[in-house]
């Protein structure tokens, strides 16, 4: 069956650190691949895709991950982080072979934004 | 402007009750769906729908019906035979239903009396 895997439940870094984000997926084909970001109590929005080409995907907010194959990894990267980045990420991968109706979400990662 | 909306934004059950919770899209998107959030848990998939008067169940049905009546609204009723409904309950859409993003709405908490 397929799955994400997000390894870290919960991270803490200091503002202006680097930050990644581990991220994998047990498919057999190449899935559409996807990073979702949930401030508390709201919604899921959408910082960057990838469905092919360039393995390196920019996002907003500063945000960019890598697709590497024979790692079955999309890590999520910031160089810097802010404050505002606090917040709850979420891998999730498209299996349905781009029909986008059977996303499977890992369970996401907190991040702590300490001053 | 565009978006998707939800309501209400806590949803209190009583037992025995079904309880439909509100979803409304004005991206003119084809596509959309619902899912179920859990403390530490990721987002599973109820039931998704491609097109007008057509729909499928997700990976958790069980307990949940759902109506695609109009484009914009897709309702979801948590029916008395969920037995654990406790949760945080996300509604989706997307453009179509091939390589589209999904776009999710702000979210109905529903608690249990």
């Known amino acids: 069956a397929q799955s994400v895997t997000q390894p870290d439940i919960h991270i803490t870094v200091s503002e202006g650190a680097s930050l990644e984000l581990r991220c994998n997926y047990s498919y057999g084909a190449t899935p559409y691949l996807f990073w979702y970001v949930q401030s508390p109590g709201q919604g899921l929005q959408l910082l960057l895709k990838?469905?092919?080409?360039?393995?390196l995907v920019q996002g907003i907010k500063g945000f960019e991950a890598e697709f590497k194959r024979s790692q079955s990894s999309f890590n999520l990267r910031k160089p810097s982080v802010h404050w505002s980045d606090a917040a709850e990420y979420f891998c999730?991968?498209?299996?349905?072979?781009?029909?986008?109706?059977?996303?499977?979400f890992g369970k996401g990662t907190l991040l702590t934004v300490n001053p | 402007d565009g978006g998707i909306t939800q309501s209400p934004k806590y949803l209190f059950r009583k037992e025995g009750q079904n309880v439909t919770l509100s979803c409304e899209q004005n991206l003119n998107h084809d596509a959309m769906y619902w899912y179920r959030q859990d403390p530490g848990q990721g987002l599973r998939l109820i039931y998704y729908s491609h097109i007008v008067n057509d729909f499928q169940k997700g990976d958790i049905a069980e307990g949940y019906s759902v109506s695609r009546e109009k484009k914009e609204s897709f309702p979801l009723t948590v029916t008395s035979a969920q037995k654990n409904p406790t949760a945080f309950y996300l509604c989706?859409?997307?453009?179509?239903?091939?390589?589209?993003?999904?776009?999710f709405g702000p979210g109905t908490r529903l608690l249990v009396l």
């Open positions: 990838y469905f092919s080409g360039d393995t």
């Open positions: 989706a859409s997307s453009k179509g239903a091939n390589q589209e993003t999904q776009y």
């Open positions: 999730a991968v498209d299996t349905s072979g781009g029909s986008n109706y059977k996303l499977t």
